[in-house]
Each structure stands twice: as C-alpha cells, then as structure tokens.
C-alpha cells in the first residue's frame, strides 16, 4: 500500500488504549467531508486489528492504509459518503 493521497486531518491518540483510538476515529471521520483522509497515530498495538474491522463493518468509510512503526501504528482512513 502506498500513502500517496492527500492528509486531511490527523488525530494523535498515541498512550490511549482500546477502545478510545477506534472512538475517536469515529468522532474525527464524522467531522470530515467525503474525500477528506484521516491519519491516525496510535500506540496501541491492538489498534491494527480494531480500526480495520472497524472500518471494514462501517459503511461511508475506507481503510486506505495501515503501517505498523516502532511502538507508533499509522492508519489512513478515507471518509467516502
């Protein structure tokens, strides 16, 4: 996957565990325009796997691309409706 798309908005929810980084990516991506891409910064581990089902069971929203760092996980999430 390639991070060659245009960042919006980016929501740092680094030291927050589950669920606040999926809560708050909710909060954040009902705030954006359809188009409009959100990174988020976590440092939750757990925060791969519970973004992307959350993303893949919500409809308006597409997981463009996820990267696992050292200690700090990235996530990039289109609001498509």
């Known amino acids: 996957m390639s991070t060659e798309f245009e ?3 980016t929501l740092d929810v680094k ?3 589950c669920p606040m980084p999926v809560v708050k990516t909710k909060q954040a991506i009902d705030d ?3 188009g409009e891409v959100l990174k988020v910064v976590a440092t939750d581990s757990g925060s791969m796997s519970d973004i992307e089902g959350w993303a893949n069971s919500t409809d308006g929203v ?4 996820q990267q696992e ?3 700090v996980y990235k ?3 289109e609001k498509t409706a």
């Open 7 to 9: 960042i919006t908005e």
């Open 15 to 17: 030291g927050q565990s």
């Open 32 to 34: 954006l325009s359809e």
């Open 62 to 65: 597409e997981l463009l691309d």
């Open 69 to 71: 760092g050292e200690d």
């Open 75 to 77: 996530h990039y999430v």
